[in-house]
């Protein structure tokens, strides 16, 4: 998935675990519901989970791209 963050037009890609978590964020998912979504998903070790969702909302956050 590419995006493109309007204010500052910049593009950003996604790999496709990004993307599954992108559009769970915006269904509204919680983050212990992402942790859970992924590790079942793609076979992952819940802790492994856990570290992969907290990155990408922390890299979402330092682009500015997600509101708290």
């Known amino acids: 998935m590419v995006g493109i963050d309007l204010r500052s037009s910049r593009y950003f890609s996604l ?17 212990d519901d992402l942790t859970e979504r992924l590790s079942a998903e793609f076979a992952l070790d819940r802790g492994l989970a856990a570290e992969d969702v907290s990155a990408f909302l922390a890299s979402l956050e330092a682009g500015g791209l997600l509101e708290s």
């Open 15 to 31: 790999n496709p675990t990004a993307t599954f978590l992108w559009k769970l964020l915006g269904d509204g998912a919680a983050p």
